[in-house]
Structures are given as C-alpha cells and as structure tokens.
C-alpha cells in the first residue's frame, strides 16, 4: 500500500546544531505539508510545497520539494529549544488524492 | 474561539460500549477530515467530508465505525461495540478549498478497558 517513511525517526541535537528530516513517499504526490506536533499537543501547519523541485524557506526553516514529487525536506539552521517536537510530512496521492501522513522525525533539542 | 474544537476530550470506556465524538471545524471551512494517532506514530486519515457529503473512507474505517456530518458543519464519529485495539487519539481538521492547510483540533482521547 501506500507508505510515507520519515528518517530518521529520532534525532537528538545540541542547541545550534542543525537538524534534517527526510520524507519519501513510494508513489507520487500532488503536494506536500508539513506539521509540527509538541508533546502533548496537535500538528500545527507550517507550510506547503506544490511544484516539482519547489524550495521555500520560513526563518531558519527550508523545505524542499523533489523533482520526482516522490520525496521532501525539512532544516532547520540552528536549532533552538522551542524546535523540540514531532515534524510530520503529509502528501495528496496523485492517484487517490488521499492525505498520507509520514512516520514523523522526533526532535530533541539538548541546551 | 475561531479554532477547531472537539468534544469530549478524554473518554474511558468499556469495551463492547458505544462512544460518539464531536467536531465543530472552523466555521467557513467546507472540509472536514477525521485521523486517528497513536502514540508514536502518525496520523492515519480515516474519512473526510466536502460540506456535508462523505467523499473518502479508509480501509481502516471498519463498519463499526461511522461518520456524518449532517448540515456541512459539525461532525461526529461513532464507534460501535468498542475493542481495546481502538484505543488512539481521535484528530479532526478542517480546510478551506481541497488540499489547502489543515487546521487540526486537540483531539480526544479514547481509551477502551
């Protein structure tokens, strides 16, 4: 079936250390979100990407989109303590315009 | 209060009862879609509705479970004859327009002894 793999699935990082997480799909996406949960808390939307190769950047936060819309990015430059949380990647299926939602990368951001 | 909310937020159950959750989306949204999360992992989308039509339901939706929402604004879910295996964090999000942002709920919690 379809599947939205994360990787990693944890990462503990000093503050100021840089931090990437990786999302590969096994079928095409139309788009892919992004969401931040915090422990405890819901996923919060932080941004989306529509075009093949596509790249935004939010402050200290890049995503990118690939080429094959089979895969995304997310760093964050820097990381700070408030960066603690699960980062969830989401995509439409081309086919089934279903929502899947990545395994999700857990941060851990050590002061 | 112009966000998500859902209703109860916590629920304790016995297994083999009947639960019924509540969503009130944002009110100029037309979608609404319900996940359920458990810990570690996820969401993993169960249903969605444009205004008050049902368009998608997973495979994971079995018939115990049924959603509506009845006048294109609030939604509930209910779960029939309830198994441990259904306990999980129960998300609704609702958007404006198809594939926009989501805006998610705090959810509630079901938990099945």
């Known amino acids: 079936g379809q599947q939205v793999m994360q990787i990693p699935q944890y990462q503990h990082v000093q503050e100021g250390e840089d931090f990437t997480t990786y999302c590969n799909s096994s079928t095409t996406l139309s788009n892919i979100q992004w969401y931040k949960q915090r422990p405890g808390g819901h996923p919060v939307f ?15 936060l890049t995503f990118q989109f690939g080429e094959a819309k089979k895969n995304s990015s997310l760093h964050i430059t820097a990381t700070q303590t408030t960066d603690v949380g699960t980062y969830f990647c989401a995509g439409v299926d081309s086919g089934t315009y279903k929502y899947i939602f990545g395994t999700g990368t857990r941060l851990k951001v050590l002061a | ?42 969401p993993e989308f169960l249903t969605y509705f444009q205004n008050e039509a049902q368009l998608e339901k997973s495979r994971l939706l079995s018939d115990r479970f049924s959603a509506e929402r009845p006048k294109g604004s609030f939604s509930t879910l209910e779960i029939q004859r309830t198994e ?19 805006f998610f709920g705090p959810g509630t919690r079901l938990t099945v002894l």
């Open chain 2, 1 to 42: 209060d112009t966000g998500v909310s859902q209703n109860p937020r916590h629920k304790i159950t016995k297994r083999g009862q009947n639960v019924t959750f509540r969503c009130d989306p944002i009110s100029e949204h037309n979608r609404l879609y319900w996940y359920r999360q458990t810990l570690g992992q996820g």
């Open chain 1, 46 to 60: 932080l941004i989306q990407l529509v075009k093949s190769g596509e790249v935004k950047k939010q402050k200290r």
């Open chain 2, 84 to 102: 441990q295996g259904d306990s999980a964090m129960y998300l609704c999000a609702s958007s404006h327009g198809s594939y926009n942002e989501q």
